[in-house]
């Protein structure tokens, strides 16, 4: 698909270099003089914009953690006055209590671009009628596609989320070609048009699918498009950042990070040193331009991998690989490390077994006990005991094998387990209660 911005994103890789060393030295100059925050941060670790003169340099620079956002009085946060705002967001409070970020024109501008860039290469154009089933509002998802949708000269049905089968009506009343939602809501939607018996490759003209705000697998992807003949598209981004940033082109190869906006680094977690290219670790973002609210060196607790080679797609921008899991919700059962992502892996390799499931952790006496909950699919839910616990004792292995965990397995009925509208919520851990 043609480039939004040809000249920006099949720009060489010398020339990205260059473009990006100025922004950077321009915003370390920025971040001194109009942040009191980073500021008082730059000097506590010794750094003076001076000291940045090559992109690895901003290895000098101190990380900045949700904490900070969270924490530090707006007042020494923010880079610009109540005038140049023209926008408050805040975090879905996935891990805690909301973080407020603030955008000037020019941040929503970026931010648009980026989403417009990305939509692009998705394969998504003027003609392509896009139904954002993002939540509106201070969640960064409704607004972010939206902005973005319309700046690339999209059509957007703004439908926020809920009410799945007026979603449904919209889709195939309005001709709608794309949706963005959270992949768990689009399997949700699938499963409801399949009740009132509404076909998606019959009945509707959608094409394509912008997932993201929440983990997802191969395994979902494939079953996606197999099941609704939609091709699923990875789209990342948190709210400290902007909001949805960056997303896959249609090689489904990894999201294009644009490098004239954003500067991105894979740490070691523990150790915070930047690791090479390809190497999984904890992603760090700059955002560059970002006028309001500085980003420099956010350590997101997302674990992915970058790669730097170029794309199929002749973009020269890094891509982003699938977010594997989070530094933070990595849960240690019996000593063994647990990403509820892996623990989705092994489910969806089994055809007999729904899309949803639920990993309930809970301290029996004092050791971890583990009980992965998912739903069959409906013909495959029999009334034969010894089958199904065949079936159960096959996944049980699976996962045993994969994780090296012990895991009990409970199949139940299908449409028994809680269905979200936003992100699902995948892991109940009792542990802490
Ligand atoms: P929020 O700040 O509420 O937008 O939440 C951002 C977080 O959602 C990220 O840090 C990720 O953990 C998660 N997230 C967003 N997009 C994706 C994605 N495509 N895949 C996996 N996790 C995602
Ligand atoms: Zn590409």
Known sequence: MTPWNPKIELMPKEE????????????????????RFYHDRMDAAGVSPLDIRTLDDATKLPFMVKKDLREIPMDQLFMVSNRELVRFHASSGTTGVP??????QNDVTNWSESVARGLAAAGLGQDDILQVAYTYGLFTGGLGLHYGAERLGATVVPASTGNSERQLDMIKRLGVTAI?????????????????????????KLR?????????????RSRMEEKLGVKAINIYGTSELSGPLWCECTEQDGMHVWRDQTLI????????????PGEKGELVITML??????IVRYRTGDIATVDEEECECGRTHPRLGRITGRVDDMLIIRGINVFPSQIEYVLMQNP????????????????????VKVELKPESFIDNVAKMECLREKITSKIRN????????????????????????????????
């Open 289 to 294: 331009l970002k006028e309001a609210v500085p």
């Open 402 to 433: 994969t994780l090296s965990i012990a895991a009990e397995v409970e199949l139940v009925e299908p449409n028994t387990l809680p269905r979200f509208e936003g992100k699902a919520k995948r892991v109940v851990d009792r542990r802490r209660l």
């Open 99 to 104: 973080t407020i970020v603030g955008y000037t």
């Open 16 to 35: 990205l270099d260059k473009l990006q060393l100025k922004s950077l030295k321009a915003l370390v100059y920025r971040l001194y003089d109009f942040s």
């Open 208 to 220: 394509t699918g912008i997932l993201g705000a929440e983990p997802w697998s191969e395994g979902m």
């Open 265 to 276: 680094e894979v740490i070691d977690s523990k150790s915070g040193e930047r690791l090479g």
């Open 180 to 204: 963005a939602c959270t992949p768990s809501y689009l399997m949700h939607l699938g499963e409801v048009a399949g009740k009132i018996g509404m076909d998606f490759r019959r009945d509707t």
């Open 352 to 371: 007999e077994l729904g899309n949803e499931f639920q990993i309930v952790v809970e301290r029996k006496g004092a050791l971890d006990d583990l009980l």
